[in-house]
Structures are given as structure tokens and as C-alpha cells.
């Protein structure tokens, strides 16, 4: 069967590309190290599936109204409130996943033609932008910027078709945060260049040095931001699929429209759950932040004295992006040849946009021993294959 024109336009993900060929060798019988998914390993908090339980037990299994239940559509609004955010819960919609979310958003908020700006290395907004007939325009960073995007080379890209800047700190794949210090002039651009900012913050209670600056609090800021945020990264909660956007009044109602002519509602149960992770004991997330650092300074430790890779310590998130660039190896060579020799699942730098080419990415969403393994297998590797 035919499929459309443009599905040739939408990349493959690099992430699930590898995670196929780790299964297919898993299946043949091979040892892999995961490194490549980003994905927490730790489980729900019981309370949470508790909550979920209950709400079985007692019928919420029907549809909910599209932008979300309104108790939990409340919680978030009160979540966002104890950061000094002001919302309400006509500013929430609940989503499937917050990938969903970004997708409602770029639905609702282009034409076709439209450009969206977007720093790199990323992940993968380029699908996405294609599919609702967006044009991605990729402003490569770099490493002596600490990956994070200056006003100067912002700038430089806009044009009379730019609408929108997706930002995404701390960031998947390097781990840059962006203190309000540094977001400030991205932000003062967008409104002089009267561009919508959609800034993902999956991350955002994953920082460990400085903190995460947010557009949402900055004055006058409210009325051009798409928000996007979910329970995947902070509650361990994945396979849940349930994300948010946080967003003009308004423009909640246009992306409530993409929801009901697609997935109609997230599963009620889910969002009787969230409620309970939004309202009940935060310590879990503490604990997990905290030993996610640990896995980070003991990767960058150990990358960083293998010959060849640099790594920058990140500031956030659960990734680094080492440089293998001194390896004489391209990210995909490094990878494919990795994997099947040590049995190590990294993924390529080049499927983070232009600027990822030189890098490979590795999640610290794991054990402690898998990391130290993970090394243990790289530098292996480094030394039999790249001199």
C-alpha cells in the first residue's frame, strides 16, 4: 500500500533503531548493556499505582472530558503554583503522553510553511513538525557553549516565516540547563520577533547544579508559551502515558480540538492516579534525583579517562553526550560496531540533528553496575578498535 508523500520526510527514530538491533542480538543470545533508552529504572511509587487500583475498583474507567479531568487539571494548576507559576486550570490540558502534547500544540499553532526554531542537538521534534506541515530550521549549538542556545545565533535564524521557538533545557541529549540568566535574551528575542515559545520540560525536576529557568516566569510571557511537562520522568511513570500542556486559555481550547479528533481522552484511571502523585509525598522524586547524580558524576568520571571521548558533565536530565571525535570514527561506526563487539546500546550523535555528528549518547537510567560495566565495556572497545 502507498503510503502519503510526505511520510518520506519524517526520519526513523535513532533511539528505536538501536533499541531493535540490541533486541534482535538479545534474542540471538548476546548480553546487552541498555544505554541507549531514556527511560527511569526505577518503579512507580506504590502510592501511585495504589491510586490507580482504586479508581478501577470504584468504575473510573469511562471517558473524560478531552483537555483532562477537572480535579486533575486543578492539581496541576496548584503543582504549578508552588513554583511561582500562575495558572488555572482552564490553562491545562491532559494528555496522553507529553509527547502528545507537543504534538497538539505545533498542530494548533502552524500554518503550513510556518518555521519552527529549534536548538541542536534535540530530540526528535523534526517528525512532528513535518507531519503537521511545519518546516524544522535547526540552529546548531556548541560544546564550548555548554549546548545552549545565545541570542546572537537565535537571531541569525529568524526570518519572516519563523512562528515559534522550541526550547528544551534541561535537554535530551547533552543535559544543558539554562538558568533565567541565560534563557532571558532568547526570550526578549521572541517577543521583539513576536515568535511563540513551546518550551518541553520533561526534565525540569531533574537539575543538580544551578537551577532551570522557565519562560512561564517571566513577565508578559504567559501569552506566548506552550508549556509541556508529564509524569514519565519525574514519577517513574513511563508506560503510563500521560503528559500536559500548560498554555493561554484560549489556545488550550484549539489544542483540546487536535485531542478530540484523535485520541479523544487520556484513560481516566491514569489521571486518578496523577492526582495522587501531584498531591501525595514528593520525597520519591528527591531520592531519585539524587541518585541519578550519582550515576552521572560516576559516568562522566569514567568516560573522561578513557583516550579519546570528552565528556562535559551535564547539569541535568539523565544523558551525557560524549565527543568521540578523536576516534576517527563517525557516531553511527561508534555505535553499530559497539554494540555488536561489547554488547554496549548507545545511540548516534547524528540522529540528534546536524549539531549531534562527533557525539553518541548514553542514558545513566540504570544500575550503577551497568554503567560501570558500560565502561568497562567502551573503554575495551576504544582500545581494540580506534587506535
Not at 175 to 196: N, Y
Not at 219 to 239: D, L, Q, W
Not at 358 to 376: K, P
Request: aromatic share 6%; proline share 6%; glycine share 8%.
Amino acid at each position: 500500500m502507498r503510503a502519503a508523500k510526505r511520510m518520506s520526510l519524517i526520519p526513523p527514530s535513532s533511539t528505536l533503531k538501536v533499541l531493535g538491533l540490541a533486541k534482535e542480538l538479545e534474542r540471538g543470545g548476546k548480553k546487552i548493556v541498555h544505554m541507549e533508552v531514556g527511560e527511569p529504572d526505577f518503579d512507580t511509587p506504590a502510592h501511585i499505582k495504589e491510586a490507580a487500583k482504586q479508581a478501577l475498583d470504584r468504575g473510573l474507567t469511562k471517558y473524560t472530558p478531552s483537555a483532562g479531568l477537572p480535579e486533575l487539571r486543578e492539581a496541576i494548576a496548584e503543582h504549578l503554583t508552588r513554583q511561582g507559576i500562575e495558572a488555572t486550570a482552564k490553562n491545562v490540558i491532559v494528555t496522553p503522553g507529553a509527547k502528545h502534547a507537543i504534538f497538539c500544540a505545533l498542530a494548533a499553532a502552524l500554518d503550513p510553511g510556518d518555521e519552527v526554531l529549534i536548538p541542536s542537538p534535540c530530540w526528535t521534534y523534526e517528525a512532528m513538525v513535518k507531519i503537521v506541515g511545519g518546516k524544522p530550521v535547526f540552529i546548531q549549538v556548541s560544546e564550548e557553549s555548554g549546548f545552549k542556545l545565545e541570542a546572537e545565533k537565535l537571531e541569525e535564524a529568524i526570518t519572516p516565516r519563523s512562528r515559534l521557538l522550541l526550547l528544551n533545557y534541561p535537554n535530551n541529549p547533552t543535559g544543558a540547563v539554562m538558568s533565567a540568566a541565560e534563557l532571558k535574551p532568547l526570550l526578549d528575542a521572541a517577543v521583539d520577533h513576536d515568535l511563540l515559545i513551546l518550551s518541553d520540560d520533561i526534565y525540569n525536576v531533574l537539575v543538580y547544579e544551578g537551577e532551570q529557568g522557565n519562560p512561564l516566569k517571566f513577565p508578559g510571557m504567559a501569552e506566548r508559551t506552550i508549556s509541556v511537562n508529564g509524569f514519565s520522568k519525574a514519577y517513574a511513570m513511563t508506560g503510563w502515558r500521560l503528559g500536559y500542556a500548560v498554555a493561554p486559555a484560549d489556545f488550550i481550547v484549539e489544542m483540546a480540538k487536535i485531542q478530540e479528533a484523535s485520541t479523544t481522552c487520556t484513560a481516566s484511571f491514569v489521571q486518578a492516579a496523577a492526582i495522587t502523585a501531584l498531591r501525595g509525598p514528593q520525597d520519591f522524586v528527591a531520592q531519585m534525583r539524587a541518585e541519578y547524580r550519582r550515576r552521572r558524576d560516576e559516568i562522566v568520571r569514567g568516560l573522561n579517562e578513557i583516550d579519546g571521548i570528552k565528556c562535559l558533565k551535564p547539569q541535568g536530565a539523565f544523558y551525557v553526550f560524549p565527543s568521540i571525535e578523536e576516534l576517527g570514527m563517525t557516531s553511527l561506526q561508534f555505535c553499530e560496531s559497539l554494540l555488536k563487539t561489547k554488547g554496549v546500546a548507545a545511540v548516534p550523535g547524528s540522529g540528534f540533528g546536524p549539531g549531534g555528528e562527533g557525539h553518541v549518547r548514553l542514558s545513566y537510567a540504570t544500575s550503577m553496575e551497568n554503567i560501570r560495566l558500560a565502561i568497562q565495556l567502551i573503554r575495551e572497545f576504544v582500545e581494540e578498535s580506534c587506535k
